[in-house]
């Protein structure tokens, strides 16, 4: 069973920040917060992950709130190609063992 | 540095006939897993490997395998195929904290 709830699916207007949400309240001390994508038909994409600081890369930034129960993926300017579906994963291993259903990002013009 | 590939990329068989994925890591990555995608159930965990062992396996029947060899190359076997099994098969490859995914192998069982 997935250990994330995430939206189904969310809109963005592209040029604008998309914010990503995911809750985690069950997650472990020990189990880091990770972001893939997957674009159609493709394998997924690593974005990003975090223990309990908020962390940023040339991609994206990844809020973890104070009791970690949740967190948000943040695209500050959403462009087309980021149109995608977005998983929050739980993992203390360094590899994914439940992708969830994840969340549609439609990036609009 | 090359990605992770795998072959074929496409693949159809049979019910009932067997089949043998092919997955090349990245160069220097030992730990390569498995994951089975279709539209209803998602992305789900095969197996993963590291050093030529199985570290962990997924909820799967006895009839998904795999292997990996001395140079981190990965196969996964799928024996008596059902229609079920129809999916597209991803392989992912991981040196320290980020899984490489690669394109995937869609099998389709007729």
């Known amino acids: 069973d997935a250990k994330t709830t995430q939206p189904p699916s969310m809109d963005c207007a592209e040029g604008r920040a998309a914010n990503l949400p995911c809750n985690h309240s069950t997650i472990s001390g020990n189990e880091y917060v990770y972001w893939y994508r997957q674009i159609h038909s493709q394998g997924p994409q690593y974005i990003i992950h975090?223990?309990?600081n908020n962390e940023t890369n040339e991609m994206a930034s990844l809020i973890i709130t104070e009791d970690r129960k949740s967190s948000t993926l943040i695209l500050p300017h959403a462009t087309l190609r980021d149109t995608a579906v977005y998983y929050c994963i739980l993992t203390n291993s360094g590899y994914a063992l439940n992708f969830g259903k994840g969340t549609s990002l439609l990036v609009t013009p | 540095k090359a990605g992770v590939t795998q072959t074929p990329r496409y693949l159809i068989k049979t019910r009932g006939q067997q089949v043998t994925l092919s997955c090349s890591p990245i160069?220097?990555?030992?730990?390569v897993s498995w994951y089975q995608q279709t539209p209803g159930q998602g992305l789900q965990f095969l197996f993963e490997y590291f050093s030529e062992t199985q570290r962990n396996k997924g909820n799967f029947p006895g009839r998904f395998s795999g292997r990996q060899f001395s140079n981190s190359r990965s196969e996964m076997n799928v024996s008596t195929l059902e229609l079920g099994d129809s999916a597209l098969y991803l392989c992912a490859s991981r040196l320290d904290s980020e899984q490489f995914f690669g394109p995937g192998t869609r099998l389709t069982v007729l």
């Open positions: 975090g223990l309990k």
């Open positions: 160069s220097g990555h030992r730990s």
